[in-house]
């Protein structure tokens, strides 16, 4: 098994609130407490560690999702895997509860940074947007991608103790601007996703210096796009902390998604997330 590179910083372990000293809470709460699952959020650190991010992108992505993958050859089973992945930090947040050593991976984020988009020669977001308008932004830029919950902890502790952690990289290693692409189903046959960037292109627009072009638009004139729809929780949680739509949707057909570019800085972080997430 071979050694990954260092995690950038480490993540402390995301623990309940303290109760008040005066509080007595009865026997059964104080069980039910207890049993249930410590949210931790590490770096993959070895492969075998990446291979479990990946057994659940595959779970999320193609099983419940029905995406079809196209590993690179020799790669495992059940796995999503793609070029992408060796240059990428993994995020990863563990359920853990007393007496566990590790436990199993309920959530992931992938970061390709600066020096690694180099190496590779791009991002992944370009294999669907021309990105011309963002060069400037790439020496601080990173991308985030490949982001899944396990169905059983969708309530909202996992993805803010991820987005936590991500904040503190930003800031621990110089960086300031996060871009990706934001998936949205095409089962209804991308009648949602036509109607929601009509929405949002009213709303929550980048400056035209910002915005980028699909490489495979999807065909929103030929869809619905006037029906009154609402943002899938992620692209919810992202506006919230003041992320820009950079423009129209991409279609990805292996995904069957369509995919919205988008990109959030930590200077449009609201006082309010900046406090949670920094502390500032």
């Excluded at 990863?92 to 992931?108: H, S």
């Excluded at 984020?109 to 669907?128: H, W």
């Excluded at 309530?155 to 871009?179: K, P």
Aim: proline share 9%; glycine share 8%; net charge neutral.
């Amino acid at each position: 098994m071979r050694d990954l590179p260092l995690p950038t910083l480490p993540i402390s372990e995301i623990r309940a609130p303290r109760r008040s000293l005066h509080e007595r809470p009865d026997p059964a709460a104080r069980a039910a407490h207890a049993a249930r699952p410590k949210l931790e959020v590490v770096w993959a650190r070895h492969e075998d560690e990446v291979l479990e991010a990946q057994r659940l992108r595959y779970q999320i992505f193609a099983e419940e999702m029905g995406a079809r993958l196209s590993p690179p050859k020799g790669a495992p089973a059940g796995h999503d895997i793609d070029v992408f992945d060796p240059y990428c930090e993994h995020l990863l947040v563990r359920a853990t509860t007393d007496g566990d050593e590790r436990g199993p991976v309920i959530g992931t984020y992938r970061v390709l940074t600066p020096a690694a988009a180099r190496r590779i020669g791009g991002l992944y977001s370009e294999t669907e947007f021309d990105l011309t308008r963002l060069r400037h932004l790439r020496p601080r830029m990173v991308e985030l991608g490949r982001s899944c919950v396990h169905p059983d902890h969708r309530s909202g502790g996992a993805i803010l103790a991820l987005w936590g952690a991500l904040a503190e990289f930003m800031v621990r290693n110089g960086l300031d601007t996060m871009i990706g692409c934001a998936s949205i189903s095409m089962r209804d046959g991308g009648h949602v996703a036509a109607s929601l960037w009509q929405q949002l292109r009213q709303t929550h627009l980048a400056p035209i210096e910002l915005q980028v072009r699909p490489r495979l638009p999807l065909p929103v004139e030929e869809l619905e796009h006037d029906l009154q729809v609402e943002a899938p929780a992620l692209i919810k949680g992202y506006l919230r902390c003041g992320a820009k739509v950079l423009g129209a949707p991409a279609w990805d057909p292996d995904f069957n998604t369509a995919d919205l570019p988008m990109l959030m800085r930590i200077q449009d972080l609201p006082a309010k997330y900046r406090r949670h997430f920094l502390g500032a």
